[in-house]
């Protein structure tokens, strides 16, 4: 059973986990509209992965007998300075994320909350990952700077990312 502040706070994530997806699909209509159809590719993907972790988050709350509170959902930005500029918000909304996740740990922790430490886990896990793919993304656009053939190139590998739901 999950106590009313950690029930709160799974309410909270979820929203985030919502607004990050609202997010990433204005990233992808963005990039879309500038003509990099790989991004615009791999932001669906990010949002249709976020979709995933919100719902992961309402399951858990109807399965523990908690009560599910949507909430409004913040709109995100529209426009974006450049492709590094998306993938700099990402990687620092990404980092806001880890730091709400590991509190959420902390919570479960303290409250001897075991089934809910154990299923935050999975999310710990899924941060270390989501930072790593920023960063590396990030790394690669610093490289090629303002060569547009390197901005194509990574565009091109971009568009070959596809959603695979995580197996349980």
């Known amino acids: 059973m999950l106590s009313?502040?950690?029930?709160?706070?799974?309410?909270?994530?979820?929203?985030?986990e919502l607004y990050s997806a609202y997010l990433y699909l204005s990233m992808s209509a963005y990039s879309t509209y500038?003509?990099?159809?790989?991004f615009a590719n791999w932001f669906m993907v990010q949002y249709q992965e976020e979709m995933f972790h919100a719902m992961k988050i309402y399951d858990y709350i109807n399965a523990q007998g908690?009560?599910?509170?949507l909430k409004a959902i913040d709109q995100p930005p529209g426009e974006f300075e450049s492709p590094l500029d998306m993938f700099e918000k990402t990687l620092a909304h990404e980092q806001f994320i880890t730091r709400s996740i590991n509190e959420l740990v902390e919570l479960a922790i303290a409250e001897k909350d075991h089934a809910?430490?154990?299923?935050?886990?999975?999310f710990v896990t899924e941060q270390i990952e989501e930072e790593a793919n920023d960063n590396e993304i990030i790394a690669r656009l610093k490289l090629i700077g303002k060569d547009g053939n390197g901005l194509i190139m990574l565009d091109r590998?971009?568009?070959t990312r596809v959603f695979t739901p995580p197996k349980e």
């Not at 500038?34 to 790989?38: A, D, S």
């Not at 908690?66 to 509170?69: A, P, R, T």
């Open 4 to 16: 009313d502040k950690m029930l709160d706070m799974l309410n909270t994530q979820l929203n985030k």
């Open 116 to 122: 809910t430490s154990i299923f935050l886990q999975w």
């Open 34 to 38: 500038i003509g990099l159809k790989g």
């Open 157 to 159: 590998e971009l568009a």
């Open 66 to 69: 908690g009560q599910v509170k």
